[in-house]
């Protein structure tokens, strides 16, 4: 299912910055819940980022500190992704749900997947 659409993704030296997008969102921005997900060859499809209607995030720790995620009012997903290792080289996708995350412990779940809808991806790749 594709629904929506991401960019932004290219080619960057280990250290250096980019900023994805995600457009096409119907959901509301007060209601949705929204995620970043990554998959590179030979590995098993990784939550980044999540945000919650509230604006709430909860990261993977390999990028808590590096990476931003945000949404703005016209409901379009921003990924910020700062000092870009090689090992964050992946195809990189957007989802979103109409309902609030799921919570665990109070924050937005990292290992929830029932996402109504999702981009094609994006890829970066991050070169040493």
């Known amino acids: 299912q594709v629904q929506l659409a991401e960019s932004g993704g290219s080619s960057v030296q280990a250290g250096g910055s980019l900023k994805l997008s995600c457009t096409g969102s119907?959901?509301?921005?007060?209601?949705?819940?929204m995620a970043w997900f990554r998959r590179a060859p030979g590995n098993e499809r990784e939550t980044v980022a999540v945000i919650d209607s509230d604006g709430s995030t909860n990261y993977a720790d390999s990028v808590k500190g590096r990476f931003t995620i945000s949404k703005d009012s016209t409901r379009n997903l921003y990924l910020e992704m700062n000092d870009l290792k090689p090992e964050d080289s992946a195809m990189y996708y957007c989802?979103?749900?109409?309902?609030?995350?799921?919570?665990?412990?109070?924050?937005?779940?990292?290992?929830?997947?029932?996402?109504?809808?999702w981009g094609q991806g994006t890829q970066v790749t991050v070169s040493s």
């Open positions: 989802a979103g749900d109409r309902w609030r995350c799921t919570l665990i412990n109070g924050s937005p779940s990292m290992v929830y997947v029932g996402y109504t809808a």
């Open positions: 119907k959901f509301s921005a007060i209601s949705s819940c």
